[in-house]
């Protein structure tokens, strides 16, 4: 079955950096879209970062410029590189895959970004 696990997460001090990765498994990791996901206490959860099949991304406002989303179809890796980390993105971080209907997600990795 689709397998999705999340790594990566901490405490870290603003300004910092910190790389998630997400481990897929049972299923043809080339043919899915593959997403990062947030949901910060008492907010909704938001889009962080998106790579399509044809390997083009896409962002969230909050997080242009700061995150790099990557994918890797040989070893079925996702990654997330976040860089000049502010407290507002303190949040649990989560792996999505999408192919066609079929979502699946993974529990998640928390971040937390103060001093």
């Known amino acids: 079955q689709v397998q999705l696990v999340e790594s990566g997460g901490g405490l870290v001090q603003p300004g910092g950096s910190l790389r998630l990765s997400c481990a897929a498994s049972?299923?043809?990791?080339?043919?899915?879209?593959m997403s990062w996901y947030r949901r910060a206490p008492g907010k909704e959860r938001e889009l962080v970062a998106v790579v399509y099949i044809g390997g083009s991304t896409n962002y969230g406002d909050s997080v242009k410029g700061r995150f790099t989303v990557s994918k890797d179809n040989v070893k079925n890796m996702l990654y997330l590189q976040m860089n000049s980390l502010k407290p507002e993105d303190t949040a649990r971080y989560y792996c999505?895959?999408?192919?066609?209907?079929?979502?699946?997600w993974g529990q998640g990795t928390q971040v937390t970004v103060s001093s």
């Open positions: 049972g299923f043809d990791f080339s043919s899915a879209a």
């Open positions: 999505k895959s999408r192919r066609g209907l079929q979502e699946s």
